[in-house]
């Protein structure tokens, strides 16, 4: 039986029931800094610091920080509240992505609402979205807030677009239009809105082809005119180098999307597997007449024949199984998903939002059965469904409090992820712990060791350990160019300028500007070495530099208080810094692998002193041949 607050307001309700449930699940994780304040956070990204820079976000140039792909709105509003939040504000930051989060739970809620015939059966559907443990790899990163921001607007744009299909009120129609424009410019997810109504239109509600081809014109019209703004707006060359795919890889990419449809439902039935990267767990299809391709090809074309049957009859429990497979449309092909992530769990997000229509289908269904005892269990199983999505979401946020816990998470459920290990051992270095960040970094599933030594770099020319850095980071050398690049730039700038190289790491953070011209951690250093050279009118244009793009971070004010302080120096006649340079064996090593005798005895014996560093235990092996 209905509770009575829930008959009387039952919108009110649901937003407080929603609001409690989100609470308790996350409550664990609201100050957890690892997904929201990490180093590759979009917060970190100096332009997000201002409303100054929403302009620039939406010009050509900004699409290098986001893969390539037009969506400034998420970043524009990002943008705005970044001027008085920072990135310090973790707390502030969670409750964002918890809140839009909840809203969208709200809006499946409404959604469900419209068809079925009891309100507690769209309470459970937005319950599910709610608490659904894949939705925790969402709610708990800031990057990934374009999808949670996206399908707002799209959802919204759908409830308004069923209010006006069923009152034709003009306003409601206006409003779906306004979120569907929104959406365009927010998440590539949206794209597919029109799909959804048309088979609402058509097939639910049977409504003639001419009056359909009317209501949708807009819906048509605005993506064929914002399309070019994806296919055709690209970044600069020189700042983003766009991932380029073999030829055919935009079917052999589909064919593995579609081979992957039992991983996804693992995902969406039982939560399965979470939060292994899921690229590294389902196997490439490269042909056509692939065994588990064509099953599950068949099974899929089985499922949107059944939903358009559904649909047909009036049971919408089909426009659910029409929203699972829309919201993984844009994510069907590298063709245009243009990423190396072909497989991910975040692309459920939106799908999700119709397993959860299919759920509250089936409580409606249940609820209204004549056999009383059968309609007590099917509701009690479905409750529990949903505790058990609770509290899986408890786990995996409780998980999310700490890089380590989170990577080894990761590595039990997948121990062959690359990307677990990679993550793991950079955590175990920030916590200064050698021995197991050596052993994750330079384990067997590592098959490129670049990115795991530029981090052992960093780590020993931290320490003093410059030729210990010196060998890692002639492991990692690179040539590529663009902003993805720029990893090896900035860790041969410390690894020089700690070793008394000024000069060398002057011309690698050249690089790594040039790469990213905003790049502050870059302006910064190369400030600071302005400055111990005494250029420090050079330094202070680039401090006012800084300024412009973000006035209010930290790095921004470490340079003008370095500035200053040279300034005191100068007029108190001060004795400047003194630098120290590296022998000439050493920079002979790092810039163009020369191993001169006297080196390779430094090598031979700092090997005796990291017998697990597998790096260094290869190069000392290598001098001792030549010796």
């Given at each position: 039986?209905?509770?009575?607050?829930?008959?009387?307001?039952?919108?009110?309700?649901?937003?407080?029931?929603?609001?409690?449930?989100?609470?308790?699940?996350?409550?664990?994780?609201?100050?957890?800094?690892?997904?929201?304040?990490?180093?590759?956070?979009?917060?970190?990204?100096?332009?997000?610091?201002?409303?100054?820079?929403?302009?620039?976000?939406?010009?050509?140039?900004?699409?290098?920080?986001?893969?390539?792909?037009?969506?400034?709105?998420?970043y524009?509003?990002?943008?705005?509240?970044?001027?008085?939040?920072?990135?310090?504000?973790?707390?502030?930051?969670?409750?964002?992505?918890?809140?839009?989060?909840?809203?969208?739970?709200f809006?499946?809620?409404?959604?469900?609402?419209?068809?079925?015939?009891?309100?507690?059966?769209?309470?459970?559907?937005?319950?599910?979205?709610a608490?659904?443990?894949?939705?925790?790899?969402?709610?708990?990163?800031?990057?990934?807030?374009?999808?949670?921001?996206?399908?707002?607007?799209?959802?919204?744009?759908?409830?308004?677009?069923?209010?006006?299909?069923?009152?034709?009120?003009?306003?409601?129609?206006?409003a779906?239009?306004f979120?569907?424009l929104?959406?365009?410019?927010?998440?590539?997810?949206?794209?597919?809105?029109?799909?959804v109504?048309?088979?609402?239109?058509?097939?639910?509600?049977?409504?003639?082809?001419?009056?359909?081809?009317?209501?949708?014109?807009?819906?048509?019209?605005?993506?064929?005119?914002?399309?070019?703004?994806?296919?055709?707006?690209?970044?600069?060359?020189?700042?983003?180098?766009?991932?380029?795919?073999?030829?055919?890889?935009?079917?052999?990419?589909?064919?593995?999307?579609?081979?992957?449809?039992?991983?996804?439902?693992?995902?969406?039935?039982?939560?399965?597997?979470?939060?292994?990267?899921?690229?590294?767990?389902?196997?490439r299809?490269?042909?056509?007449?692939?065994?588990?391709?064509?099953?599950?090809?068949?099974?899929?074309?089985?499922?949107?024949?059944?939903?358009?049957?559904?649909?047909?009859?009036?049971?919408?429990?089909?426009?659910?199984?029409?929203?699972?497979?829309?919201?993984?449309?844009?994510?069907?092909s590298?063709?245009?998903?243009?990423?190396?992530?072909?497989?991910?769990?975040?692309?459920?997000?939106?799908?999700?939002?119709?397993?959860?229509?299919?759920?509250?289908?089936?409580?409606?269904?249940?609820?209204?059965?004549?056999?009383?005892?059968?309609?007590?269990?099917?509701?009690?199983?479905?409750?529990?469904?949903g505790?058990?999505?609770?509290?899986?979401?408890?786990?995996?946020?409780?998980?999310?409090r700490?890089?380590?816990?989170?990577?080894?998470?990761?590595?039990?459920?997948?121990?062959?992820?690359?990307?677990?290990?990679?993550?793991?051992?950079?955590?175990?270095?920030?916590?200064?712990?050698i021995?197991?960040?050596?052993?994750?970094?330079?384990?067997?599933?590592?098959?490129?060791?670049q990115?795991?030594?530029?981090?052992?770099?960093?780590h020993?020319?931290?320490?003093?350990?410059?030729?210990?850095?010196?060998?890692?980071?002639?492991?990692?050398?690179?040539?590529?160019?663009?902003?993805q690049?720029?990893?090896?730039?900035?860790?041969?700038?410390?690894?020089?300028?700690?070793?008394?190289?000024?000069?060398?790491?002057?011309?690698?953070?050249?690089?790594?500007?040039?790469?990213?011209?905003?790049?502050?951690?870059?302006?910064?250093?190369?400030?600071?070495?302005?400055?111990?050279?005494?250029?420090?009118a050079?330094?202070?244009?680039?401090?006012?530099?800084?300024?412009?793009?973000?006035?209010?971070y930290?790095?921004?004010?470490?340079?003008?208080?370095?500035?200053?302080?040279?300034?005191?120096?100068?007029?108190?006649?001060?004795?400047?810094?003194?630098?120290?340079?590296?022998?000439?064996?050493?920079?002979?090593?790092v810039?163009?692998?020369?191993?001169?005798?006297?080196?390779?005895?430094?090598?031979?014996?700092?090997?005796?002193?990291?017998?697990?560093?597998?790096?260094?235990?290869?190069?000392?092996?290598?001098?001792?041949?030549?010796?």
């Amino acid at each position: 039986m209905t509770p009575k607050i829930f008959t009387k307001h039952p919108l009110v309700s649901v937003a407080m029931l929603l609001a409690v449930g989100l609470l308790i699940t996350s409550g664990g994780s609201l100050l957890a800094p690892t997904f929201i304040a990490h180093e590759e956070s979009v917060l970190r990204l100096p332009l997000l610091s201002s409303w100054r820079n929403i302009p620039f976000i939406f010009s050509r140039d900004f699409l290098m920080f986001t893969d390539g792909q037009f969506r400034p709105l998420s970043y524009a509003l990002l943008a705005a509240v970044h001027t008085f939040f920072g990135v310090e504000n973790v707390l502030f930051w969670h409750l964002w992505l918890l809140a839009f989060h909840g809203l969208n739970a709200f809006l499946v809620f409404v959604l469900v609402r419209r068809f079925s015939k009891h309100p507690w059966s769209a309470g459970l559907a937005a319950a599910v979205f709610a608490l659904h443990p894949l939705s925790s790899l969402v709610i708990n990163d800031i990057n990934t807030f374009h999808y949670v921001l996206g399908w707002t607007c799209y959802l919204g744009a759908l409830c308004c677009y069923l209010s006006f299909a069923d009152t034709s009120r003009r306003r409601a129609y206006v409003a779906a239009v306004f979120l569907f424009l929104l959406g365009l410019f927010t998440s590539k997810i949206v794209f597919t809105l029109p799909i959804v109504l048309a088979a609402y239109e058509l097939l639910y509600r049977r409504t003639k082809a001419r009056t359909v081809l009317g209501r949708l014109l807009p819906f048509i019209l605005l993506p064929l005119l914002l399309s070019p703004l994806w296919w055709c707006y690209k970044p600069p060359p020189l700042y983003f180098k766009t991932t380029e795919f073999p030829p055919g890889a935009g079917w052999y990419s589909f064919f593995s999307v579609v081979g992957a449809t039992g991983w996804y439902l693992k995902g969406l039935l039982l939560g399965w597997n979470l939060p292994a990267p899921l690229h590294e767990s389902v196997g490439r299809i490269l042909r056509l007449m692939h065994l588990r391709f064509l099953i599950w090809a068949l099974i899929d074309l089985g499922m949107l024949i059944g939903a358009g049957w559904a649909l047909r009859r009036k049971q919408w429990a089909g426009l659910g199984v029409v929203l699972i497979f829309a919201g993984m449309l844009p994510f069907a092909s590298s063709l245009w998903n243009g990423v190396d992530a072909w497989a991910s769990w975040t692309y459920l997000y939106v799908p999700l939002a119709g397993f959860a229509m299919l759920i509250g289908s089936l409580a409606d269904g249940l609820g209204s059965s004549l056999r009383r005892n059968g309609r007590a269990a099917g509701l009690t199983a479905l409750g529990l469904l949903g505790l058990c999505y609770g509290i899986q979401q408890t786990r995996l946020n409780l998980a999310s409090r700490s890089a380590v816990t989170y990577w080894e998470r990761v590595l039990r459920i997948n121990p062959q992820s690359e990307i677990a290990s990679l993550k793991l051992g950079k955590a175990y270095l920030k916590r200064g712990e050698i021995e197991d960040a050596l052993e994750v970094l330079f384990s067997p599933v590592v098959t490129q060791i670049q990115n795991a030594s530029l981090e052992m770099s960093r780590h020993y020319s931290a320490q003093g350990e410059h030729l210990a850095a010196a060998i890692h980071l002639t492991m990692a050398a690179r040539e590529e160019t663009g902003l993805q690049f720029q990893h090896y730039e900035r860790a041969a700038a410390e690894v020089f300028c700690n070793a008394g190289a000024p000069e060398y790491a002057q011309e690698a953070l050249g690089r790594s500007l040039m790469a990213n011209p905003t790049n502050l951690s870059a302006m910064e250093q190369l400030a600071r070495i302005w400055v111990r050279k005494g250029h420090v009118a050079a330094a202070e244009r680039l401090a006012e530099r800084a300024r412009e793009i973000a006035p209010s971070y930290p790095e921004t004010a470490r340079m003008w208080t370095r500035i200053d302080q040279a300034r005191v120096a100068s007029e108190t006649f001060q004795m400047p810094e003194v630098i120290h340079p590296p022998e000439p064996d050493w920079l002979r090593y790092v810039t163009a692998s020369t191993r001169t005798a006297r080196l390779r005895r430094e090598i031979v014996q700092i090997s005796e002193r990291y017998p697990n560093d597998p790096v260094i235990q290869m190069e000392a092996g290598i001098c001792l041949v030549q010796e």
